[in-house]
């Protein structure tokens, strides 16, 4: 069965053969979508997407470059990708950032005001932005995705900032999922809460190895979640499996976020 058979989107947040989105976008591959990839204009990023991508074994990718704070390249990148794409069903929306000089216990009150504005902005406020120029090309419905951590719903030392920034992305969701659901637009807007995975942005926080081990012993599942496993949820989230859900934060993370103790 290929659940996403003749459906095409955009996948916002492959840096490397580690990130979420390259996971995600393996198993969207899998089931048969055509994906348009972005990549930081900055550095060896777009050689390091096009690598990833070739891993995947997709042909001549449509590739472009993007950063998430600048309205002149959220306007850019949407008119490129209607000219050279098309309309599209579904968006993956895979990037976060914050300063890690203050993803540091005990360094979340001395947060510059920029710092935190420019984490809310990159990591929240641009699924908005985003939803906003995508779905002039979803006219057909569809649905938008992006990706949370527990550490937004609970105090993670260290986390600080970027949870304050998944708090927002969740509600975010929330509210647009409210906006895009009409009979108009037909657009549904959900989040993965995804457990602990070895990726850049991961490693920016310190707390990486401690929370693979705790989610490793406390879940009900005693393992880590696989980069494949939040794919495989993000089927069913941008397929007609999941028609009914919208608002939505899933938890993909062995039942890690249900335990107390
Ligand atoms: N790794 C984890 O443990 C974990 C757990 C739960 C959720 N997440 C979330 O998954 C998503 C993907 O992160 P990842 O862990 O795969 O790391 P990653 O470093 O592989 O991906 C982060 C992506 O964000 C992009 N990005 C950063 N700043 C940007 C900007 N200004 N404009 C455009 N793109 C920008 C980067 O280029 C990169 O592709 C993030 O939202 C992250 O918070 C990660």
Redesign the pocket.
Known sequence: MSLLQGKKGIV?????E?????FITKQLLAQGAECAF???PIGK?EARLRKAVASLGVEDPWIAP????SDESLDTLFTRVHDDFGDIDFVV?????ADKDYLKPDMFHQTPRQTYLDAID??AF?LVAITNRAMKIMPNGGSIL????YGGEKVMPGYNV?GVA?ACLEHTTRYLAYEMGDADRKIRVNCI??????????AA?GG?DQ?LEHQSKKSPLKRPNTGEEVGNTAVYLLSDLSSAVTGETIHVDAGYSIVGL
């Open positions: 916002f947040g492959i840096a490397n580690r990130s979420y989105a390259y972005t990549h930081l990023m993007f950063e998430a704070g929306h895979s990037i976060a950032f990159v990591s641009s992006s990706l949370s951590f970027m998944k809460s995804a457990g602990p995975l070895k990726t850049l942005a991961g926080f990486m929370m």
